[in-house]
């Protein structure tokens, strides 16, 4: 089997154009980044409104390995399946982050015969979305520090700000950092700390926001710390909404490529589902909405988080709901949470899959409490033996929900057929009526236990007293009334990353509550998850190269 890279290599892409044709975009309605890359106008997107929507289908995953499960490879394997019965379908995907490509878990482009081209540039700098999100979210903290060294007429308490810098990349040594050394004209020393970009409040608004204008707003309404007498500062009291505005006037505009086969992909925003809300922009989705028939979307990791935060935020923020969730599943993450050790993961262990179903079981769970229909989809890998995928068929059926094997990975959509002939199906059912795990008005506290206790499968939450303190200082503010976005472990149910299957008996710490009010909600960190990840032993960097002639080696 040939590796990512060299298969993207050998596809022979269609001109942007033909793909824009393809689904009723005219040439006016894009602005060609090259060949095969292009951004989507507003005045399509406003044009399109009134076109009736088409049917979501939402994929998200088992309680992941570090590898990845392969839902950016399902939902592009069957938006190709899709195609091959005819129908006219979309994806709509997040962009990679430069943290994992040259990190651990590689690209975020799909795999095997199941990519979003061209590869190599979504996964590198694409159309430069993730450098204005840097640029827009570093030019807020220079207006800060500025403020502050010309005077502070805000009274800004520099001990307590809660912006940060960010960088996209994995930099552990950038965690906690102290600025402004170096005397008088370098303004007033303080610690501060770097997110990655995709943890950033302006990538999560870049997500939610509706157009360049409510982008704008929502810039203004960004809390940055408070003021010497413990009131909120507002990006709108420091002036510069307009200008970080300015600096994403492209970024905020959707990006169209295709599939190996040629389907139409649109791949706008890109936030962590651990440590940020997990799902691509709402422009995106809500597009596709209009230009297919049946749109793929993902949210990121495991059901507990991206898919919980899709509902949660995405749906109630952008008025969707998903008709369908396909719930992929390997033999390896199911082997995984049996107990299986990392390095055994590739022998037979029909035994240990019937353990691990726990975790599967939850997500189903727990997907079906939205009242939505659910396939799970086994995403097949080589290693995989006939033994195991019958176990896991015969769980599924056992369990009464639909099941399927998914071979996209090898096969592309050909491989996807089973898959999307169940999806339409599925998609014929009564449409599903939005139902979400809390209300907003709900009190904080009442908001996050009810996600532990529904959705994790915990028996409550334990607060922090600086989390309390933090709780009450939004409530003094009128800033609680949001809907939350946990930060939370990706490898476990719990905030405790040892804990595979589904476990019971266990609390979640809150630790520290951030309002991110230009975004619309508040992020609840938990356990030790770290919002600027750092690089593994040995970084996928270490695979790369490029030739002189311009070719590219090792990116997957
Ligand atoms: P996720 O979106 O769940 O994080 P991805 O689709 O990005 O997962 O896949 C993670 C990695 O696993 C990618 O490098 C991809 O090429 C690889 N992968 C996915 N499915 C398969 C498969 N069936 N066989 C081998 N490798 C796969």
Redesign the pocket.
């Known amino acids: 089997m040939l590796s ?1 890279i060299e298969i993207a290599q050998q596809n022979k892409m269609e001109k942007i154009q033909v793909i824009a044709d393809k689904c009723g975009l005219t040439p006016d309605d894009i602005e060609q980044y090259g060949h095969y890359k292009a951004k989507i106008s507003f005045d399509a997107i406003r044009r399109l409104e009134a076109k009736p929507d088409g049917k979501l289908v939402l994929v998200t ?1 088992i309680t ?1 390995t570090p ?8 939902s592009i394997g069957l938006v190709q399946g899709l195609q091959k019965i005819g129908k006219n379908a979309i994806a709509t995907l997040r962009e990679p982050s430069l943290g994992p490509v040259f990190g651990i ?4 482009a ?3 015969y199941a990519q979003v081209v061209p590869m190599d540039d979504i996964n590198l700098h694409f159309t430069g979305d993730m450098h204005a999100i840097t640029a827009a979210n570093n030019l807020l903290s220079a207006m800060i520090d500025n403020h502050i060294h010309q005077g502070n007429e805000l009274q800004i308490d520099l001990r307590q700000l809660s912006w940060t810098r960010v960088l996209d990349m994995n930099d552990r040594a950038l965690r906690n950092v102290t600025v402004a050394l170096g005397g008088k004209v370098c303004g007033f020393p303080r610690e501060d700390h770097f997110m990655i970009t995709v943890a950033s409040e302006i990538m999560a608004i870049l997500c939610l926001a509706k157009d360049l204008e409510d982008l704008k707003e929502r810039f203004g309404r960004i809390v940055i710390g408070c003021n010497l007498a413990g009131e909120p500062v507002y990006v709108h009291q420091l002036g510069c909404q307009g200008a970080m505005a300015l600096l994403m006037k492209d970024a905020i505009k959707p990006n169209l490529v295709q599939t190996l086969e040629h389907t139409p992909a649109i791949v706008h925003g890109g936030p962590f589902a651990n440590i940020a809300h997990g799902c691509n922009s709402i422009v995106a989705t809500k597009l596709g909405l209009k230009l297919g028939d049946i749109v793929v979307t ?1 949210a990121g990791f495991g059901a507990d988080l991206g898919a919980e935060k899709f509902l949660d935020i995405k749906c109630r923020y952008g008025d969707i709901f998903p008709d369908t969730i396909v719930i ?1 599943a390997t033999l390896r993450a199911l082997k995984m949470h049996g107990g299986v050790p990392k390095q055994e993961l590739n022998t037979e262990n029909v035994e240990a899959v019937t353990k691990g179903f726990s975790n599967l079981q939850k997500a189903i769970e727990n997907m079906r409490y939205f009242n939505v229909p659910v396939l799970v989809a086994i ?4 290693t995989d033996t006939d033994a195991e995928i019958a176990e896991l068929t015969r769980l599924c059926n056992e369990f009464g929900v639909p099941v399927e094997l998914n071979e996209c ?2 096969k592309g959509g050909e491989g996807g057929i089973d898959m999307a002939k169940k999806v339409v199906e599925l998609l014929e059912g009564p449409k599903p009526t939005p139902k979400f795990v809390y209300d907003v008005e709900d009190s904080l506290e009442e908001k996050v236990n009810k996600i532990v206790t529904t959705i994790y499968g915990g028996d409550g939450v334990i607060f922090t007293d600086k989390a309390k303190k933090q709780i009450k200082q939004l409530a003094d503010w009128g800033l609680d009334r949001l809907p939350v976005c946990m930060a939370k472990t990706q490898y476990s149910l719990s905030d405790n990353p040892a804990l595979l299957g589904a476990p019971k008996g266990f609390t979640i710490t809150v630790s520290d509550i951030r309002v991110a009010n230009g975004a619309g909600f508040i992020v609840c960190r938990t356990g030790d998850v770290m919002v600027m990840p750092g690089l593994p032993k040995r970084p996928a960097a270490l695979n790369m190269d490029i030739e002189a002639d311009g070719t590219i080696k090792g990116l ?1």
């Open positions: 990512d995953a992941p590898a990845g499960e392969g839902k950016s490879t399902t878990k590689g690209g975020a799909g795999g095997g993902e992929v995403n097949k890998f080589a990975w090898e997957f």
